[in-house]
């Protein structure tokens, strides 16, 4: 029987509903559902210190290279497109996903890891917005960090009523192995050099947590 996360936070989210989270370990970016804008919010304190109006939802993002990249839902479709943010600006041209699909991102050898949801894949992605390599995950993909070549993903196979959990996949061989559950229907990964952290999106909370032994 897999083990629970070891929660070791859980903060008051600054805007309701926090949905994806990205950070660079002294600044945290927290989407919201209810507003559709990202908050700015420093560790410290856990306080709330500016705001990004993306021109779509961000149902995903990360930190990168100096960048908070959003994958961002557009027009009636919701259609996805990566926007990359510098400074608090919007910079560069949007780029396409794949198909018009994906959500939650994370970072690899200078490259994009697109999580799509609904069809259980990891896509490392080319900087033309191509896929360069393929990987398949067990459940749906409702969050994904990288820690040491490998993607930790936050999955479910029923959304609204499932069990969620953590999975790691080798990048290297594409061997995916679930390591915890979830107690909760959560959204969204990030690494903070330490520690993960996601979001308790119906709790209005932030979770810091470990996973176990």
């Known amino acids: 029987m897999l083990k629970s996360i070891i929660e070791k936070e859980r903060l008051v989210s600054t805007s309701r509903e926090p949905h994806a989270l990205a950070t660079d370990g002294k600044t945290f970016w927290v989407s919201s559902r ?14 709330k210190t500016g705001e990004l109006a993306p021109p779509g939802m961000a149902w995903g993002m990360t930190y990168a290279h100096g960048d908070v990249v ?3 839902g557009e027009g009636a479709d ?8 510098r400074g608090g600006e919007l910079v560069g041209k949007a780029l396409q996903c794949p198909d018009f699909t994906g959500s939650h991102l994370s970072a690899i050898d200078g490259k994009l890891l697109l999580g799509q949801w609904y069809n259980k894949k990891l896509l490392v992605l080319r900087d033309d917005g191509t896929i360069e390599r393929a990987y398949d995950t ?35 061989t594409g061997k995916a192995a679930d390591v ?5 229907r959560a959204r969204g990964l990030a690494w903070d050099g330490t520690s993960f952290w996601t979001n308790h999106r119906e709790a209005d909370r932030t979770v810091n947590f470990a996973l176990p032994d």
Request: proline residues 3%.
């Open 34 to 47: 209810v507003t559709r804008h990202v908050d700015v919010v420093k560790r410290a304190g856990w306080r």
């Open 70 to 72: 959003m994958t961002c």
């Open 78 to 85: 919701d259609d996805r497109w990566l926007r990359h943010y």
């Open 138 to 172: 067990p459940h749906q993909v409702c969050g994904v960090a990288v820690v040491d070549g490998a993607a930790f993903v936050l999955g479910t196979d029923e959304e609204k009523d499932g069990a969620y959990y953590i999975t790691r996949v080798d990048l290297a």
């Open 180 to 184: 915890a559950d979830v107690p909760f």
